[in-house]
């Protein structure tokens, strides 16, 4: 069982930085995938990024690739995303997510395969 705690939302102006944190409980954090989503609203969540357990892959979604670096402390247990360069089309509620399947470009942008997820933290882009 993994619990997951998001932080670091807040309010930002356009082409502002954040960087939210995923605070992990239990040992086995450093044998998870960690992704992150999104969901803004009236819209379904979508994919973000997603990390490998020992962070040599990464995976991001055209939207934020170049503005968006995942990363992870397995020391820490918690999972980062720095946002840099933000649009206010990246408002949205952000979540973090974590599972055990083996690592593959297109089954961690997958929400469905993630078992566990935090209750997410609010980002909001003013233009």
Do not use: H
Request: with cysteine.
């Amino acid at each position: 069982q993994v619990q997951l705690v998001e932080s670091g939302g807040g309010l930002v102006q356009a082409g502002g930085s954040l960087r939210l944190s995923c605070a992990a409980s239990g040992r086995t954090f450093s044998r998870y995938v960690m992704g992150w989503f999104r969901q803004a609203p009236g819209k379904e969540r979508e994919f973000v990024a997603a990390i490998s357990w020992n962070s040599t892959s990464t995976y991001y979604a055209d939207s934020v690739k170049g503005r968006f670096t995942i990363s992870r402390d397995n020391a820490k247990n918690t999972a980062y995303l720095q946002m840099d360069s933000l649009k206010p089309e990246d408002t949205a509620v952000y979540y973090c997510a974590a599972d055990s399947f083996p690592w593959s470009g297109s089954v961690c942008s997958d929400s469905g395969e993630y078992d566990y997820w935090g209750q997410g933290t609010q980002v909001t882009v003013s233009s």
